[in-house]
């Protein structure tokens, strides 16, 4: 593990190296691409973890709905993968869920292992329609997704 992981609220100076992050997931298909100015508009949205100054991971919490929340754009940098970093991020991201009184959050996701040992439980995605109608309607895999739905439910 490395010497010392923060988890914070993102601020201006991290959307470079957010977007280059999050660019390098979406290159290989599995991750949405954001712009720099979509990040600039979201950056409140964002979380990240770094390491001596150094982002090293991010996460974001999109809202839905009243009731309901998505970890998005959830990812780590190579060499940092592993170590328990993007639990501290998930971590991070249902602290914020709470404070906002919000009591459901979900996922779209291929580490679907990955979320279930952070508490989440495997559902129909179809039971979000609040998601499927806001970005799954734009998606090009929208016909043919093979991504899981995980949902955790707050107390």
Do not use: H
């Not at 490395?2 to 609220?9: D, E, G, L, N, S």
């Not at 328990?84 to 991020?89: E, P």
């Amino acid at each position: 593990m490395p010497a010392v992981v923060t988890c914070r609220v993102a601020v201006p100076e991290d959307i470079e190296p957010l977007f280059q992050m999050i660019d390098g997931y979406a290159k290989k298909g599995i991750m949405l691409p954001r712009s720099r100015k979509v990040l600039e508009k979201q950056l409140d949205q964002f979380v990240v973890a770094e390491v001596d100054g150094v982002v090293i991971g991010c996460g974001s919490l999109c809202r839905l709905g009243n009731d309901l929340v998505e970890i998005r754009s959830l990812g780590i940098m190579d060499g940092y993968k592993g170590l328990g970093i993007g639990s501290m991020l998930v971590n991070k991201l249902t602290e914020e869920a709470r404070r906002q009184g919000i009591p459901k959050i979900m996922a779209l996701t291929y580490e679907v292992s990955f979320f279930v040992k952070n508490g989440f439980s495997v559902v129909e995605k179809e039971i979000f329609p609040e998601k499927v109608w806001t970005d799954c309607v734009n998606c090009s895999k929208q016909s043919c997704c093979d991504e899981i739905a995980v949902l955790k439910m707050l107390d």
